[in-house]
C-alpha cells in the first residue's frame, strides 16, 4: 500500500483513468469483432459501411492515449486489408 500522499493520489489516478480507457477498449473489440464475423459471413457490403465507425474509435482511442498512433494505424491497415480480400 502507498504511503506518500503523491503515491496514493497516482493510485486514485490510475483507477479514474482504467475505468475510462476500458470504455474505449471494449469499444474497439466489439467493432473489430463485428466486423470479422460480418466477413466471414460474407456481408462485405455491411462490413465497409461499419469500417468508418472502426477508423474512428481506433483514432479518438489513440488520440486520448488509451492505444499507441502506430497500433491504431495496424489495426485499421489489417480490418481494410481483411474487407479488401473478402470483396474479390
Do not use: F
Request: aromatic letters at 4%.
Amino acid at each position: 500500500m502507498a504511503i506518500i500522499k503523491s503515491a496514493k493520489k497516482a493510485i486514485r489516478q490510475n483507477k479514474r483513468r482504467k475505468v475510462k480507457y476500458l470504455v474505449y477498449k471494449n469499444k474497439i473489440k466489439n467493432l473489430i469483432k463485428e466486423t470479422r464475423s460480418l466477413i466471414t459471413a460474407k456481408k462485405t457490403e455491411e462490413a465497409k459501411k461499419l469500417l468508418p465507425a472502426v477508423y474512428e474509435t481506433l483514432d479518438k482511442s489513440a488520440k486520448v492515449g488509451v492505444i499507441k498512433k502506430n497500433t491504431a494505424s495496424r489495426k485499421k491497415s489489417r480490418m481494410a486489408k481483411l474487407i479488401g480480400r473478402a470483396g474479390k
